[in-house]
């Protein structure tokens, strides 16, 4: 039927002339005056993806279009799955949307086929995808693809334009006038950072969706919204350098090297068996040193090692005792008392040297290396097992309900079983710890306890507090650091801070407000320019900043910093005192 339809207009319509009248066959659009098709949108043969988006053409029917060209028409959804059709978007759908172009004639262009309109009501204006870039027309990229035309299109705003000299992109570092035009854009976060149009679309298009941000403060929500409102194209993809073929090969290489002064292997220190003696084993801090185990007199693979530089950070440094070779420290306490339990505020003393005592207490009061702490921890972990046994289909309550049982102890080795509640004849699958702890810890990631994209805080999960899983959590990240499982590498800084020297002694940025419209208050604080436009600002917020207690009088412009950063204290900080204590 789809077939007829366009054998019947062809003689109505030249834009049906780009449509075949029946299937061809896969090597006949390769041949003649079709090695270089023509969009059947925008009747342009050129191929820019930057520009335009991919080219693409269906060999079945000959048919081609330029990505953009068919995302922006007007009169047109994706009705089918991604491998159906053209990006979706069915044959038949595509048909009927360049019948209908054909007859709108473009207002820049003058000629007929133009499948965009702006979409202010009551402007009549149409245009194909090229003419609208040309006449600076914007094409939002997110929501339902919305076009504006050159008098309709959305502008960026600032208070006062302050800036008497050019100031560079700050990707190319071409210097250009701050003012906001349709080529030059301002970071929405970032009052001195401005950019070319096309380089910010060229940065979106390599970096895409999870990398796209900010080039001088990082923040890639905010960032985003704006950009997407400007007409930016950012790609749900990976970045262009993920992507590519083995480029990080380098990386899954293992360092296969004894190291030690004297090697006894007769075979080199290159020689490396797996399950002897004469294993490799890396050190454990740095990893580009290795040792074979009868080198160092190890017993096993599992024992800790560090090569002579670490050791030498690690122990030597003044602030910490060197630690005993290949032996736990004699003492009664164990790491519950250190923590994974709820203890008091005096933890009891790990040996008679006041180094040692030292070293476990909290890190925002002597600042301590982590990474020691973790050694330390990790020389008390008993050969005794301790088996869980884990739902893999429900890690996370899983987990809970094993580190909840009274008969876990933290400093037992662990032994995970897999399990199925779907099973009535109990049958356990061992498993591995080292993938429970990576499962675990991404359920965590992902887990209403904390907020923010890439990098995480602490959000405020009243839910959570009545169930005390803020503190389950902290239990877990405890846990997995000391058995050998993955980092929290979900973290912010700022949360990492608030955790190794105390909350009173971070500064957040904005960068850790998940709230748009928070981060948007703070931006406009610090960006405004007069008294009388900062007191404006506390008056629109007023019931806002005195219900966190960030009301002040305004004296001068400068009192804006002190405001912006008592609202980011208490957003970032205070407002999840409670989970943060109960972690």
């Known amino acids: 039927m789809a077939c007829g339809a366009a054998r019947e207009g062809k003689s109505d319509t030249a ?13 006949e659009s ?3 005056g079709s090695q270089n098709p023509t969009c059947v949108f925008c009747r342009k043969n050129d191929d820019c993806p930057i520009k335009y988006g991919e080219k693409k053409t269906n060999e079945k029917w000959n048919l081609t279009v330029h990505y953009y060209c068919l995302l922006m028409s007007s009169g047109i959804w994706q009705r089918g799955k991604e491998e ?9 759908d595509i048909k009927k949307e360049v019948t209908r172009a054909s007859k709108l004639k473009c207002c820049i262009c003058k000629k007929t086929g133009a499948s965009i309109g702006c979409v202010t009501p009551r402007c009549k204006r149409s245009y194909h995808f090229p003419c609208g870039l040309q006449r600076e027309c914007i094409f939002q990229f997110t929501g339902n693809f ?67 941000r900010c080039t001088v403060c990082n923040n890639s929500d905010i960032f985003q919204k704006e950009m997407l409102r400007m007409g930016i194209h950012i790609p749900e993809k990976d970045a262009s350098w993920e992507l590519e073929e083995n480029a990080y090969q380098e990386l899954l290489q293992h360092y296969e090297h004894c190291d030690v002064r004297r090697c006894r292997c007769k075979e080199g220190r290159d020689y490396n068996v797996p399950d002897s003696k004469w294993e490799i084993k890396r050190c454990q801090c740095c990893g580009s040193r290795g040792t074979h185990l009868a080198c160092s007199s190890l017993q096993s693979w599992e024992q800790n090692w560090e090569c002579l530089e670490c050791r030498g950070i690690l122990y030597n440094s003044g602030d910490f005792q060197k630690a005993k070779k290949h032996t736990l420290p004699s003492t009664n306490v164990g790491i519950t008392d250190c923590l994974l339990e709820e203890s008091s505020p005096k933890l009891p003393r790990q040996s008679p040297g006041a180094q040692r005592e030292d070293l476990l207490r ?44 009274h008969n ?21 699958q061992p498993g591995s710890k080292q993938e429970f702890l990576s499962l675990l810890m991404q359920q965590l990631e992902n887990s209403p306890l904390f907020e923010g994209s890439l990098s995480k805080n602490l959000s405020l999960n009243s839910q959570a507090l009545k169930e005390n899983l803020y503190y389950e959590a902290g239990k877990m990240l405890a846990i997995s650091l000391v058995h050998g499982g993955p980092s929290p590498g979900f973290f912010s800084k700022t949360l990492f801070n608030c955790l190794v020297y105390g909350p009173e002694s971070t500064q957040p940025i904005l960068d850790d407000v998940s709230d748009f419209d928070v981060a948007q208050i703070i931006i406009r604080i610090n960006t405004a320019a007069t008294v009388a436009d900062l007191n404006s ?31 980011l204290v208490y957003h970032v900080i205070k407002r999840v005192q409670a989970p943060f204590e109960r972690w």
Not at 15 to 27: D, V
Not at 84 to 92: A, K, Q, R, S, T
Not at 373 to 393: D, M, T
Request: glycine share 4%; aromatic share 14%.
């Open 362 to 405: 909290q890190g925002s009061k002597f600042r301590r290396d982590i990474s020691t702490l973790i050694i330390e921890l990790g020389f008390q972990i008993k050969k005794k097992a301790k088996r869980l046994f884990i739902n893999k289909a429900n890690i996370w309550n899983s987990a809970l309900d094993g580190f909840r049982n």
């Open 84 to 92: 159906e059709g053209v990006y979706g978007f069915l044959i038949e």
């Open 537 to 567: 600002l506390l008056n629109e917020y007023y019931n806002y900043l005195e219900l966190i207690g960030c009301l002040r009088l305004i004296t001068s412009l400068s009192d804006k910093y002190r405001l912006a950063k008592d609202i």
């Open 146 to 212: 919305a076009s504006f035309c050159w008098n309709h299109r959305p502008v960026q705003i600032i208070t006062s334009n302050n800036y008497r000299d050019s100031l560079p992109c700050t990707i190319c570092l071409e210097f250009i006038e701050p003012i906001p035009t349709y080529s030059i854009l301002r970071s929405p976060c970032c009052k001195n950072a401005w950019f070319h149009r096309d380089c910010l679309q060229v940065q979106a298009i390599n970096a895409g969706m999870f990398f796209f």
């Open 30 to 32: 390769k041949t003649g």
């Open 408 to 428: 876990f102890n933290p400093s037992y080795t662990i032994e995970i079983a897999y399990v199925n509640e779907n099973d009535h004849f109990g049958k356990e």
């Open 15 to 27: 834009a049906l002339e780009l449509l075949p009248s029946a299937p061809r066959k896969m090597n």
